[in-house]
């Protein structure tokens, strides 16, 4: 699971670090960095996936550009910048950490993975991976560790190595020998280590971040039968017309549970079926009942956008791998307010159940509401510095004077009026 996602110099940010729960929601005004911080975790997704890191910033055909692209990766003067995660695994956390140059062309600088030890919240981190940014392989000659306090090359070491015998040189070249023994066989050893970590904890992760963003005009369209649901939705039918009979018809069943409730009439049935005489596309359908006894059968085409968004936010819940983390932006755009309660209900049930952390950003007030005050801790604030005008991310419950302004009125009412934002500029000019 991610725990942690790091920024430096990343577009809008100087360096901010954000804190990854179950459920985090992420507040700010609009061009606040709120889409940057979405835009790291798809950057570092897309090149745990294989994309080379041009492709992952710029796009090409296939792929679209993350905003900015490549000239505008790193932050306004600056020439280089870094993405880190904390990821956690069995028995220890793990850092993975990638520095970037950026100019007109970009570079791995350094590619690193620490193991994470905690102790009364300090970072004790040892470097266990390097990646020759060159021609992207693992390097060929790791470091011996504890050597004065640094990692240094065995070559470099061997070289530097004190041995003063000079009458028996072959003594000499024994102790050397033995060094390098020592140094190979604890090498492979932190090797084979190596791979577990990154097969197991580092890539999985990372490649299971979706960026969940749906839009309905590409829903309502027929679509392939595919194993994985696009970011914008397009694909739901498929997805769903692909699912093996018994879970599909699990999945359909929940999807018709949670969607009778969003419109004011009653939404029977939801569910895809291929189309077609090769039945390789799919579409989706859904049983409506506007008047006691009279049940209407449409398709996409005639569904509202609240309704597709709705269930295309539903489908990653349910279709993702267990211990994914989804990253929704405006998750409540197109929702009615009073149905705000009926999304918080799906977030918390679902990604509970199926163990799928979820990272949202949202403006709606009724949403916030809808959390209540249990969500607290886990609302981050994005906000812009007056002064220098690098965005920067604060917990909530840091803000000092929270219990006054949670006093004043709900969450909701106060994202509403900006008083949080207001707050945090307040505090910087009383430090002044």
């Known amino acids: 699971m991610l725990k942690k996602l790091i920024l430096e110099n990343w577009k809008s940010f100087r360096y901010a670090e954000l804190p990854l ?61 870094s993405l880190k995660v904390l990821i956690g695994g069995e028995d220890n956390d793990y850092f993975y950490n990638i520095i970037l140059g950026s100019s007109s062309v970009i570079w791995i600088t350094e590619e690193s993975i620490a193991i994470d030890k905690l102790l009364n919240h300090n970072y004790l981190t040892k470097s266990i991976f390097v990646i020759n940014p060159f021609d992207q392989t693992y390097s060929s000659k790791p470091m011996l560790p504890n050597y004065q306090g640094h990692n240094l090359d065995i070559g470099k070491y061997l070289e530097e190595l004190p041995i003063n015998n000079i009458e028996n040189p072959i003594e000499n070249q024994d102790k050397k020998q033995k060094i390098i023994y020592e140094w190979e066989e604890q090498t492979e050893f932190g090797n084979k280590n190596l791979q577990i970590i990154i097969n197991n904890f580092i890539l999985p992760t990372l490649q299971n971040i979706h960026i969940l963003n749906p839009i ?49 009439g009653d939404i029977k049935k939801v569910w895809a079926e291929p189309v077609g005489r090769l039945k390789t596309d799919a579409m989706l359908y859904c049983q409506e009942e506007w008047k006691p006894g009279e049940i209407t059968e449409i398709d996409a085409r005639s569904m509202s956008d609240g309704t597709l968004r ?54 709606n007030p009724a949403l916030l509401d809808a959390f209540g005050s249990e969500i607290v801790p886990f609302v981050v604030v994005a906000h812009r510095d007056s002064e220098t005008g690098e965005s920067k991310l604060t917990l909530l419950e840091d803000i000092e004077n929270l219990p006054l302004l949670l006093a004043s009125g709900t ?20 430090r002044l």
């Open 21 to 81: 729960d179950p459920l985090t929601v992420l507040i700010g005004t609009n061009a606040s960095g709120k889409s940057n911080v979405v835009e790291a975790l798809e950057f570092l997704q897309r090149i745990a996936n294989g994309e080379n890191i041009e492709t992952a910033l710029a796009g090409d055909k296939t792929l679209s550009s993350i905003r900015g692209g490549v000239e505008l990766a790193a932050r306004k003067g600056e020439n280089e910048f």
């Open 216 to 264: 309905p005009s590409t829903m309502r369209e027929y679509s392939r039968l595919s194993e994985n649901l696009e970011s914008d939705g397009s694909n739901i039918a498929g997805v769903l017309a692909a699912l093996p009979d018994d879970k599909k018809v699990e999945v359909e069943n929940i999807l018709s549970e949670y969607i009778k409730y969003l419109p004011e």
């Open 310 to 363: 709705f269930l295309a936010i539903l489908t990653a819940l349910l279709t993702r791998p267990e211990g994914s983390q989804i990253v929704i932006e405006e998750i409540d755009n197109g929702l009615h307010p009073s149905r705000a309660a009926l999304l918080v209900k799906i977030l918390k049930e679902i990604g509970s159940k199926r163990n799928i952390d979820i990272l949202l950003t949202t403006h």
């Open 411 to 430: 969450l909701g009412r106060l994202a509403t009026k900006g008083a949080i934002e207001k707050s945090l500029s307040t505090k910087k000019q009383s």
